[in-house]
């Protein structure tokens, strides 16, 4: 990749819904020379999409996240296959480490709708496809979580390495940062949806960069009938309030970036959130999660090899003891909302249980 078409992907990251004729500006070359290299970007799958991170709770929707441990192959695709299912699935990743390999998942569901996700899981171990049952918490930063954005910068074309002194980031002085402001955030009340703005949000969940026009045709709305884009700039500005911010997918095989590890780590409570803090920060390069626990921290991140054995040499100094596991990313999936979770006569999202773990269980051949 010439360094040039480096700095636009560099650009696309950092304003993920920038139109093409911004991004050419801020890189110094012409719209259509920016449209045609993002177009060429994406079809070599250099990056795969942008999609929203959510502010679930203005919808009114939580995330749950558990780990599946398996002790078959089988085991393994039938919980996949679950997960293709589910209505309310939002990722799903292998992951394997030492005696352990399953699935860690994680779901985008009504609060109400848990109680059968929690039901259905129970079904899948007492008919023998899941060996245990683990729930992580859930990636929300009221709830001591953050997420790290890779930074582009830190790549060396050149060299084909990332520049980054683990031990001075670790050494670096860090404030406490107040959380206070996510949480005011979270506390907004819900947005009013309708069966159309449900119809928006699983568009907009696979591919953010999509043109209006592009989305209101794929919704089923007439592009020219009078009136039709005024309203639709009006449901998403509405929507835009539960955005909190963009990611743009990278496929890092491009960038020597290989590792996965998910990290189950036992730690102070001081030590914990002193990570977190340099988490924060933002000038960690790689992408990675944290979640705050109440005996440590579960961490998972993406980087290549040197630096995954740096990784691991932190944790070890710094945990009272860790379980390390490896997410298997080439077997992993990302799903948008389905606007048939939608109920239009209800204006609320689904929470039966027919909908929820019966249907998804028949379907599989489970039930």
């Not at 950092?14 to 045609?36: F, G, N, R, W």
């Not at 679930?56 to 078959?72: A, K, P, Q, T, Y």
């Not at 695709?77 to 030492?98: D, M, N, S």
């Not at 109920?343 to 039930?367: A, H």
Request: net charge neutral.
């Amino acid at each position: 990749m010439n360094q040039d078409r480096l700095k636009l992907l560099f650009k696309l990251q950092e304003y993920p819904m920038a139109p093409a004729v911004q991004l050419a500006k801020e890189v110094d070359i012409s719209p259509p020379t920016a449209k045609a290299w993002l177009d060429s970007l994406k079809s070599e799958q250099v990056y795969i999409g942008v999609q929203p991170n959510l502010r679930v709770r203005r919808i009114g929707l939580e995330m749950d996240d558990f780990l599946i441990e398996v002790d078959s192959y089988k085991a393994v695709r039938k919980i996949e296959q679950f997960c293709e299912k589910h209505p309310y699935t939002l990722y799903r990743a292998r992951v394997f480490g030492g005696s352990n390999q399953g699935v860690i998942m994680q779901f985008r569901q009504p609060d109400e709708a848990r109680e059968h996700l929690e039901e259905a899981l129970e079904i899948l171990k007492t008919k023998g496809y899941a060996k245990r049952i683990r729930e992580l918490p859930t990636l929300n930063p009221v709830y001591g979580s953050t997420y790290t954005r890779p930074k582009l910068d830190a790549w060396d074309p050149n060299k084909m390495t990332w520049n980054f002194d683990w031990d001075a980031w670790w050494r670096k002085k860090t404030e406490v940062l107040d959380r206070k402001e996510k949480e005011r955030e979270n506390a907004k009340g819900l947005i009013p949806l309708d069966k159309t703005d449900a119809k928006i949000l699983e568009v907009i969940t696979l591919d953010a960069r999509k043109k209006n026009t592009e989305i209101i045709e794929e919704i089923g709305l007439d592009k020219n009938k009078m009136g039709v884009q005024q309203d639709f700039s009006k449901r998403l500005k509405k929507i835009n309030q539960a955005v909190e911010s963009y990611r743009v997918f990278i496929n890092w095989n491009h960038f020597d970036v290989y590792n996965t590890p998910l990290i189950i780590a036992e730690a102070e409570q001081e030590v914990t959130e002193k990570l977190i803090e340099r988490l924060q920060m933002g000038d960690f390069p790689f992408g990675s999660s944290i979640r705050q626990t109440t005996t440590g921290f579960v961490w998972s991140a993406r980087m290549p090899s040197a630096h995954f054995s740096e990784l691991v040499s932190l944790v070890w100094k710094i945990s009272t003891s860790y379980e390390l596991l490896i997410i298997d990313y080439k077997n992993s999936q990302r799903y948008g909302l389905w606007a048939e979770t939608f109920d239009s006569t209800k204006n609320d999202w689904k929470t039966d249980r027919e909908f929820c773990l019966e249907t998804p269980l028949q379907t599989i051949g489970v039930i």
